[in-house]
Nanobody
């Protein structure tokens, strides 16, 4: 399984970005997917997760109402729409895949993408 994340970049405070993560090598529709982020010098933290069907979604509290996770099983892709971005959202964002269900725990995820950098400037 390979995960390819894209869509990061430089954006001003209050702006928006949409991250994408494409899976290859297995049946995407059988995996729960998640986004984590890692700020410089800090640990990798949970952002959002979505079940294989899209019927179950969870968010970390600080992104609720600003970020939206979604998936397109026909395109083998999971998305993270990020609105009202803040400086504290600056991080490398990683997508992850888990065959067993959604979780906010990093160790539950079997596969990881390479990360895409999001920088929010004030």
């Amino acid at each position: 399984v390979q995960l390819q994340a894209s869509g990061g970049g430089l954006v001003q405070t209050g702006g928006s970005l949409r991250l994408s993560c494409a899976m290859s090598g297995d049946n995407f529709s059988t995996y729960a997917m998640a986004w984590f982020r890692q700020a410089p010098g800090k640990e990798r933290l949970f952002v959002a997760a979505i079940s294989w069907s899209g019927g179950s979604i969870t968010y970390e509290d600080s992104v609720k109402g600003r970020f939206t996770i979604s998936r397109d099983n026909a395109k083998n892709t999971v998305y993270l729409q990020m609105d009202s971005l803040k400086a504290e959202d600056t991080a490398v964002y990683y997508c992850a895949a888990d065959q067993w269900g959604t979780s906010s725990e990093r160790y539950e995820y079997d596969y990881w993408g390479q990360g895409t950098l999001v920088t929010v400037s004030s």
